[in-house]
């Protein structure tokens, strides 16, 4: 009976693992779908935003006086990643992805000579990459979605960015993250923030209209600035980069929160076809004990 008994306790300690598990899939669909909706309804706003500056970034390219932000520092030597991860576990691949992606680029711009820095969003990137790359960890923030994430908190995110491009810490910065497709998918994705690169449909085959302050996007549509496009982008630049932060947290929390719902999925339907086998097991075992002990009393009986 002690095989028995074993056996009711792993039966047991699987179906509260299953509550547990059931209970945290709840929780994360729950939260999944305000989550969507706020990252779905962030990327035209960022998206329009990014291209208005590309715009402005490309009717000013070769002028002096243009914000460092657009123009870097001239140098490509030393670069900050900044991995967008959880603060928490239990969400399947979610971490590793942006962890061995934030991997791979150290690999790769160490092998180039450059120099690389980290500024860690979520626990989970800091206590993964300080193991290996403790000393190029400058700065981590965690729990910006406790209680709740807003663009306050990507802000003070975007303002610490630019204080340590002011001390001259870096020469490019580029953030990578998980882009929110589906519960069951998200695409890793990085994105330079300094200095700023105009997306590609707008980046190319922009022209002057011949008149000061005028300026022509791939759309065809004419422009003219007041004030001059180098003050329209010094406002506008650090505003772009605080928003497109927001626009990578608020992809990260709609990913986390599919990714777990779909771990937890799997690990509760997991936990029942455990408990399944170990229920087969049991009233094998216990079967098996029962007719062992029908056979020695049939045994004894006929002995006497």
């Given at each position: 009976?002690?095989?028995?008994?074993?056996?009711?306790?792993r039966i047991q300690s699987v179906r509260s693992t299953q509550k547990i598990t059931s209970a945290m899939k709840m929780v994360a669909a729950s939260k999944l779908r305000r989550a969507q909706e706020q990252a779905e309804a962030a990327r035209p706003y960022?998206?329009?935003?990014?291209?208005?500056?590309?715009?402005l970034a490309a009717s000013t390219r070769g002028r002096e006086g243009v914000s460092p932000l657009l123009s870097g520092t001239g140098r490509d030597q030393v670069h900050l990643l900044i991995p967008i991860t959880a603060d928490r576990g239990l969400c399947g691949s979610f971490n590793s992805a942006i962890?061995?992606?934030?991997?791979?680029?150290?690999?790769?711009?160490?092998?180039?000579?450059k120099t690389v820095k980290l500024l860690c969003v979520g626990r989970k990137a800091r206590d993964a990459l300080r193991r290996d790359h403790g000393d190029k960890i400058v700065e981590t923030f965690q729990d910006l979605q406790r209680p709740a994430l807003d663009f306050a908190k990507a802000d003070?995110?975007?303002?610490?960015?630019?204080?340590?491009?002011?001390?001259?810490?870096?020469?490019?910065?580029?953030?990578v993250y998980n882009r929110f497709r589906s519960a069951i998918s998200q695409?890793?994705?990085?994105?330079?923030?300094?200095?700023?690169?105009?997306?590609?449909?707008?980046?190319?085959?922009?022209?002057?209209?011949?008149?000061?302050?005028?300026?022509?996007?791939?759309s065809g549509a004419v422009y003219e600035f007041e004030p001059a496009e180098e003050d329209i982008l010094a406002a506008l630049l650090p505003d772009n980069m605080a928003v497109q932060v927001y626009r990578g947290l608020l992809e990260s929390a709609a990913s986390?929160?599919?990714?777990?719902?779909?771990?937890?999925d799997n690990a509760t339907r997991n936990a029942g076809e455990m408990i399944d086998r170990l229920a087969l097991?049991?009233?094998?075992?216990?079967?098996?004990?029962?007719?062992?002990?029908?056979?020695?009393i049939i045994s004894g009986a006929e002995a006497i």
């Open positions: 009976m002690a095989n028995l008994k074993i056996l009711r306790r960022a998206e329009r935003m990014e291209r208005m500056v590309g715009a962890i061995r992606a934030t991997q791979r680029d150290i690999r790769r711009l160490e092998a180039e000579g003070g995110v975007a303002q610490r960015i630019m204080e340590l491009f002011e001390e001259g810490a870096f020469d490019v910065a580029s953030v695409i890793v994705t990085h994105q330079q923030l300094i200095p700023f690169t105009p997306p590609e449909a707008e980046e190319s085959d922009d022209t002057a209209d011949g008149s000061e302050g005028g300026a022509q996007t791939a986390e929160h599919g990714a777990r719902m779909t771990a937890m097991v049991y009233n094998r075992t216990r079967q098996a004990a029962i007719t062992t002990e029908l056979i020695e």
